[in-house]
């Protein structure tokens, strides 16, 4: 080993993050010897995180999936027997085959999570699920649909300005966005603009980590923000925050938008959203203070009923003062400017794709007909810990005829699978990665072999395709022809070789989004009234607040028995329910929940008590973490525990759908907390 030579390759996280890490891996041989961040990307400038320096311990952890395995007891009792790879397609054909012809192609399930942000490899899936003649999709996510969809509605497209460009603002409005935990090349230009001077205000119901230098921190119900953003436009007006002429050239709805706010009064306001009118208005006074001001948008504040309507309550801020498209200035959520890929190996596209399952509503496939679902193929997704309404769901899982799931570890949804397939980890496979923080495509460079009988996914469907004797002309082996066709198909400006060294921007990026004031909406302009949001959605034009479900109006029975609203923020130590393995990251934590001081008081429970959260749905035990972290009547658990820690969030919450977008409610959610001595 000492005279191996040493290797560095560059490569970069594929996993769903805002950040998309460029990273260098120095390798003896196929050992990993060293995990380092990247230069070359500009946006993550060689910084990487906990999790990212944890890679060799998830690599080679001892729970890692090596070979397929075939479920021998009963489903959910984690009894499995190891096959060959031969007897698992065998067992795929054997029970796929029969239902594409029994009930057609749609009584399969094809379920795609989040897991691998791999965009090119990924659409190999679609040669195996075209050439089966159809399947059963889904629509929506589980994550931020909700506010792309209004994003979209209200802009036409989904757009931020470079990170470098918050340095330039006087004034960081952090709204429902925990960026030290979620998107930490951020912090680094936060840090910058508040170092040159820029005031900073948080609006999140919890004191986050990311806001310890706010000069005001907002903490809004649950689930009120849209209503919020309703009060801070009337004091803008009332103040003269608008730019008449921005209005009057880019702008469509204002005039019944401005009286739709005389809808809502500041009493009202202050009431529901339990922020007071002054509070509001110290707000609007240091957005007039300063002439530049910066909204970052996070995916908290969407993950309600109202989530679509919140997100354009939102966004009119920035619209009516005309600060859009300049420096300094205007609204970061996500970036995606980039073209279209371009994948060059479709099958011919069948009749037989249905698509009008939500994500968020997993369990629904109860309800399908004609024909039903009877088998359901996961990869890169954990529905059991991720998904809403768990226990709804694993009964309906219950119910399949046969599941396969692709996977790293036996997760809490594997184990409800009939077949197991051990997938690659991101070293280990080519692809290119796009993530939702900055708009550089990186290439993802395969670094070392797969262990033990381990494929990737794209090799899983070729053998796939072999068995089910389909055009192998559509599952190309040679990951380096794939690339290059895909890059030269898309029309990138770039090389496979080039991109081996250099991250690629495509050269129309606008580093200050919207400065071409061109709003690809339906009218050209930003659309604060979308007629068409109405036609397609059957929502009102206009961002008005409808009070969030499952809350204390809207549900004062159940408020009566389950006081508090439960929230599910993102860890600093997971992306969702992933990095659960390594040592490193496990040893740091156990499952917490944060509970006010008076909310405590009255139940109590003190700092560090073991408690039971509950309501109709569940029950989870968690460790109390009593203070001020959070505003009274709402409590917090980070999202992303495994079953077996005793703290699965999503036990408790409801399978609903935002307003528009089909995105996922997680946050309407009440629940009582009791002291608890086990388990
Ligand atoms: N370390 C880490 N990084 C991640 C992830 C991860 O799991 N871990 N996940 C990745 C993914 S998939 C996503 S979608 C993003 C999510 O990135 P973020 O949006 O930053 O994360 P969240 O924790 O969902 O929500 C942010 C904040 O919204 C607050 N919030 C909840 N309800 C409300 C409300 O009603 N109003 C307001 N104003 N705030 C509210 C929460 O308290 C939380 O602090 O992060 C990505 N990056
Ligand atoms: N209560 C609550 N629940 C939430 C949220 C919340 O805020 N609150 N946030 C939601 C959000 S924003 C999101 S994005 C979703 C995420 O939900 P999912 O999309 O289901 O993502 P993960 O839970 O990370 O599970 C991904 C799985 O894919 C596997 N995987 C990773 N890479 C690969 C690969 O290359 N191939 C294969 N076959 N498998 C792979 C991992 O091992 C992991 O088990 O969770 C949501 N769940
Ligand atoms: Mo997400």
């Not at 009584?107 to 990924?122: D, E």
């Not at 921005?246 to 202050?270: C, P, Q, R």
Request: aromatic share 10%; hydrophobic share 35%; charged share 25%.
């Amino acid at each position: 080993m000492a005279d191996e030579k040493l290797r560095i390759v560059n490569t970069v996280c594929p996993r769903n993050c805002y950040s998309g890490c460029g990273m260098q891996i120095h390798l003896k041989g196929d050992k990993i010897i060293k995990v380092k961040g990247n230069e070359n990307n500009p946006a993550t400038r060689g910084k990487i995180c906990l999790k990212g320096l944890s890679y060799p311990q998830m690599i080679d952890h001892p729970d890692r999936l090596l070979y397929p395995l075939k479920r021998t007891g009963a489903r959910g009792t984690s009894q499995f027997e190891r096959i060959t790879w031969d007897e698992a397609m065998d067992l795929v054909y054997d029970h796929f085959k029969p239902m594409v012809e029994n009930y057609g192609p749609e009584s399969i399930l094809y379920y795609v999570g989040s897991g691998n942000h791999g965009s090119i490899m990924q659409q190999y899936a679609y040669g195996f699920w075209y050439q089966l003649g159809g399947f059963t999709g889904t629509r929506g996510n589980l994550c931020d649909s909700a506010a792309t969809e209004a994003i979209r509605y209200t802009f036409g497209a989904i757009k931020n300005s470079a990170l470098t460009e918050i340095e330039h603002t006087e004034l960081i409005i952090l709204w429902g966005k925990n960026p030290s935990f979620t998107n930490m090349h951020s912090m680094y230009h936060i840090h910058k603009a508040l170092e040159k001077g820029a005031k900073m205000v948080t609006i999140d119901p919890r004191l986050n980590e990311s806001s310890n230098r706010s000069d005001l921190h907002l903490y809004p119900r649950c689930g009120t923000d849209g209503l919020l953003a309703i009060g801070v436009a009337k004091c803008m007006i009332n103040k003269g925050l608008v730019d008449g002429d921005f209005i009057n050239k880019h702008v469509l709805g204002y005039e019944a938008y401005k009286t739709m706010l005389d809808d809502y009064s500041m009493e009202e306001i202050a009431r529901l959203t339990e922020v007071s009118v002054e509070a509001i208005q110290q707000l609007v006074d240091m957005m007039a203070a300063v002439k530049k001001f910066t909204i970052i948008l996070g995916k908290g504040y969407q993950r309600y009923s109202n989530g679509g309507q919140t997100t354009r309550a939102i966004c009119a801020l920035p619209v009516i003062a005309g600060a859009i498209g300049k420096r300094g200035v205007g609204l970061y959520f996500n970036d995606s400017q980039r073209p279209m890929q371009k994948w060059s190996y479709y099958p011919p596209k069948p009749q037989h794709i249905r698509t009008t399952l939500n994500m968020g509503k997993l369990a629904e496939i109860d309800h399908m007909q004609e024909p039903p679902i009877k088998g359901m193929w996961i990869e890169a997704a954990n529905p059991m810990t991720s998904n809403p309404n768990r226990h709804k769901l694993e009964k309906v899982l219950h119910g399949l005829d046969y599941m396969v799931c692709a996977e790293h570890f036996l997760t809490d949804t594997a184990k409800m699978a009939d077949l197991v397939l051990p997938a690659a980890m991101f070293l280990e496979e080519n692809d290119i990665i796009r993530s939702y923080g900055h708009s550089y495509l990186q290439l993802k460079q395969k670094v070392m072999a797969c262990p033990g009988e381990v494929k990737t996914d794209k090799e899983i469907y070729h053998m796939l395709g072999k068995r089910f004797g389909f055009d192998m002309a559509y599952l190309p082996e040679d990951d380096a022809t794939i690339l290059r066709q895909v890059i030269s198909a898309s029309g990138y400006a770039t090389t496979l070789e080039e991109m081996k060294e250099t991250p690629y921007l495509f050269p129309e990026y606008d580093a200050i989004a919207y400065a071409n004031k061109i709003f690809p909406t339906e009218s050209g302009k930003i659309e604060l009234y979308a007629e068409s949001l109405q036609r397609d959605w059957g929502v009102h034009p206009l961002p008005i607040y409808v009070e969030p479900s499952e809350s204390k109006y809207s549900n004062p029975e159940g408020f009566k028995k389950y006081p508090l609203q439960f929230m599910t923020a993102h860890a600093k130590e997971r992306i969702n329910s992933q990095f659960t393995q390594p040592d490193w990251l496990s040893e740091m934590v156990e499952p917490e929940m944060h509970i006010h001081t008076k909310d405590a008081l009255a139940r109590k429970i003190r700092n560090g008590d073991r408690v039971r959260v509950f309501n109709q749905r569940g029950e989870i035990y968690v460790k109390a973490l009593v203070g001020e972290a959070v505003q009274s009547g709402t409590v917090n658990v980070f999202e992303g525990w495994y079953d077996h820690t005793h703290a699965s969030v999503n036990k408790l919450t409801e399978d609903r759908a935002t307003d528009f977008g089909h995105g996922a409610a997680f946050h309407n959610c009440l629940v009582e907390v009791e002291k608890v001595n086990g388990p």
